[in-house]
């Protein structure tokens, strides 16, 4: 299985008008979402340098290994052309922090391989990370969490 912490570099030169961003169905139980979203409003964290016009859809994995993403990427694809004009090359998929980060919720997600897999079987541009928290941040420079690379290119 691929090493998801490994990125190819070459896509990023596409255009991005849309980006998904994939949020733990468990951590939602307890998130609203907010901060995530308030980092891509703000463009800091994961999403430093897309420009200002990109839209952004929050949705959750579904639990289960994440193979509800498969239905819901495929319906986003699909309104995004309908609605918006927008193509399925010009989105780009972010898996949120509470998917891929050691963080105050737990490890990165155990299905995280899984999850890349269904994404990369209907050839979505795929980005890791969304939200930077300040305690998980702190934490990762003592070394209690792992180290996560917060300008990785796209999978
Ligand atoms: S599959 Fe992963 S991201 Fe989805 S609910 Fe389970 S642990 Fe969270």
């Known amino acids: 299985m691929k090493d998801v912490n490994k990125p190819e570099v070459g896509s990023s030169e596409k255009k991005t008008r849309l980006i998904g961003i994939v949020q733990c169905d468990i951590a939602k139980e307890r998130c609203s979402g907010l901060t995530c979203i308030n980092s891509f409003d703000k463009r800091i964290d994961a999403f430093e340098n897309y420009s200002t016009d990109i ?51 737990y490890p990165p997600c155990p299905h995280l391989n899984n999850i890349m897999e269904i994404l990369k079987r209907k050839d979505f541009r795929v980005r890791l990370g ?13 070394g209690r969490y792992q180290p996560f690379d917060w300008d990785g290119e796209e999978l």
Do not use: W
């Open 55 to 105: 839209m952004a859809v929050p949705f959750n994995c579904g639990g289960g290994g994440g193979r509800r993403i498969s239905r819901t990427v495929a319906h986003l694809a699909r309104k995004a052309e309908q609605k918006a004009g927008i193509k399925k090359e010009e989105i780009v998929i972010h898996l949120s922090s509470c998917i891929v980060t050691d963080n105050g919720h």
């Open 130 to 142: 969304s939200y930077k928290s300040n305690t998980a941040t702190k934490r990762r420079e003592q």
